[in-house]
């Protein structure tokens, strides 16, 4: 099962998301015990002030080739769990977001 689901005009994308995370980077998909899949990023920015949300935003428009406009969150600003959305074809999204985790298994 994808954290991602299409939209109208584009997706939206559940996260788990680590702040201060050494680097920044996509991890792959994770099923939670809920059942529930999300994508596992981490930042190295903290989780002060909304910077953690930003390098988030910023590190998922560079990893899919769109403009930091189109993605924006949706609901989690204070927590790790979060939901985007992404504005863009939904295909070509989708796409993107396989190759970046088809080589990373939970």
Same mark, same amino acid.
């Given at each position: 099962? *994808?954290?991602?689901?299409?939209?109208?005009?584009?997706?939206?994308?559940?996260?788990?998301?680590?702040? !201060?995370?050494?680097?920044?980077? =996509? *991890?792959? =998909? $994770?099923? !939670?015990?809920? @059942?529930?899949?999300?994508? +596992? &990023?981490? &930042?190295?920015?903290?989780? *002060? @002030? @909304? $910077?953690?949300? !930003?390098?988030?935003?910023?590190l998922l428009a560079k990893a899919l080739?769109?403009? +930091?406009?189109?993605?924006?969150?949706? %609901?989690?600003?204070? %927590?790790?769990? +979060?939901?985007i959305a992404i504005d863009g074809e939904?295909?070509?999204?989708?796409?993107?977001?396989? @190759?970046?985790?088809?080589?990373?298994? *939970?």
């Open positions: 099962m *994808d954290p991602w689901r299409y939209s109208a005009g584009g997706m939206t994308v559940a996260l788990r998301v680590t702040p !201060r995370g050494g680097r920044d980077g =996509i *991890d792959g =998909i $994770e099923t !939670r015990g809920d @059942g529930r899949s999300v994508l +596992k &990023v981490r &930042v190295r920015a903290p989780a *002060d @002030g @909304g $910077e953690a949300n !930003r390098a988030v935003t910023e080739g769109v403009p +930091k406009a189109r993605v924006r969150l949706l %609901s989690g600003a204070t %927590s790790r769990l +979060k939901q939904p295909e070509q999204l989708c796409e993107a977001l396989r @190759g970046l985790t088809s080589a990373k298994p *939970d």
